[in-house]
């Protein structure tokens, strides 16, 4: 009887650890902000008819998560925010550990991309470094680095 609250126990701690990493408006950096559900696969039709941009506007004004000394989930993303909308999903980018990602743009945001890994962030601090977008090079390399883990489980004795 002991083992199944235990276990109960245990499902809801990691149910409100998740729960709290996903929803709490503070990790995202934004209020109200939904990791998934407002994002967007970009493509090169979205952006036919739009005015080029003077490369002196293609900086980027913030990335989010801001607070990079927390540990966040493995499949946190990453958001760009750009002085002006980008108009093209052409990110020139790393990410070292090296894994699997993509760039979306968030519905409703035209300023943001969005990082996003297609598998999980290794477990450590990941780099992700921002050379350029489409044919442009920042004079200066964006290097954002963050710190990811999968919340740990406590030892459960009798």
Known sequence: MIRIYLLLFLLIFLG??????FFSSHRLGTQNASPVSSTFPLSQTHFKNSTVIPKSDFKIVKILPEDTTYEYLPIQQVDLVFAEPPRTPDLKYTVSPQVPTQVIGKKGQPN???????????????????????????????????????????????
């Open 16 to 21: 409100g650890v998740v729960w709290y990493f």
């Open 112 to 158: 943001t991309l969005t990082i996003s890994t297609t598998e999980t962030w290794k477990e450590g601090i990941t780099t992700i470094t921002i050379t350029g977008i489409r044919d442009y090079t920042f004079p200066k390399p964006y290097v954002y680095k963050l710190k990811t883990a999968f919340p740990k489980n406590p030892d459960l004795k009798e």
